[in-house]
């Protein structure tokens, strides 16, 4: 069965640092990974989308790597912003049976 | 990118009615759409895989009679709450998959913005 993991639940940083936010998965069994931004009492925005065989994506101040094997992703937010605070959901696709599995998310607070 | 709505975005009813929700891909033909629960402070929890054409597939636990599933085109899928709950109380997110470079299913999964179902 697999299972999403994200580290840390909740995150507190001043703005300007840079950040790091962790995602495991169990099977390594997937078809892409996706990281997600949630606002408040609001739907999702997909960030990135990294398919199996690649190893990042980069968007402007994102960048989202895979390590399939290790079943380990990283998603790196540069100069954060009070804009950026947000919850941050991680995804993978599964194979079986082709569901998307999410993780419990990191809240993030950039403090002004 | 593709865009995803929902409507309604927010209904409040009461006890005992049936609600509808639906979930439209405006730009893209989704054949497979997904239907999410989120109660607060949780990730999202996948309830059916709703196939345009077939019966949706719904995940252990969650009641087929209870959530009823129409995916009547490759742009519309609805969820229906039946004889609504104080406990059905929640944040309903569906998505809708694009087709995949490869036209398999590996495509970006896009997400509607969500219906905020409040059962007095």
């Known amino acids: 069965k697999q299972e999403v993991t994200q580290i840390p639940a909740a995150l507190s940083v001043p703005e300007g640092e840079n950040l790091v936010l962790n995602c495991s998965f169990t099977d390594s069994a997937i078809y892409n990974l996706q990281w997600f931004r949630q606002d408040p009492g609001k739907g999702l925005t997909s960030l990135l989308l990294?398919?199996?065989?690649?190893r990042e994506q980069t968007s402007g101040r994102l960048n989202a790597s895979l390590d399939k094997s290790s079943g380990r992703s990283t998603l790196y937010i540069a100069a954060s912003q009070p804009g950026d605070s947000a919850t941050y959901l991680c995804a993978v696709l599964h194979t079986g049976g082709f569901k998307t599995i999410f993780g419990a998310g990191t809240r993030l607070f950039v403090k002004a | 990118g593709a865009v995803v709505s929902q409507h309604p975005s927010w209904v409040i009813c009461k006890s005992g009615t049936s609600v509808k929700i639906e979930c439209r891909s405006l730009?893209?033909?989704?054949?497979?759409m997904f239907w999410y629960r989120q109660f607060p402070k949780q990730s999202l929890m996948l309830m059916a895989t709703s196939n345009e054409g077939s019966k949706a597939t719904y995940e252990q636990g969650v009641e087929k009679d209870k959530f009823l599933i129409n995916h009547a085109s490759l742009t519309l899928s609805t969820l229906t709450v039946t004889s609504a709950h104080p406990e059905d109380s929640s944040f309903y997110i569906c998505?809708?998959?694009?087709?995949?470079?490869?036209?398999?299913?590996?495509?970006?999964?896009?997400f509607g913005p969500g219906t905020r179902l409040l059962v007095l």
């Open positions: 730009d893209f033909q989704a054949t497979t």
């Open positions: 990294i398919q199996s065989s690649q």
């Open positions: 998505s809708a998959r694009a087709p995949g470079t490869s036209g398999g299913a590996s495509g970006t999964q896009y």
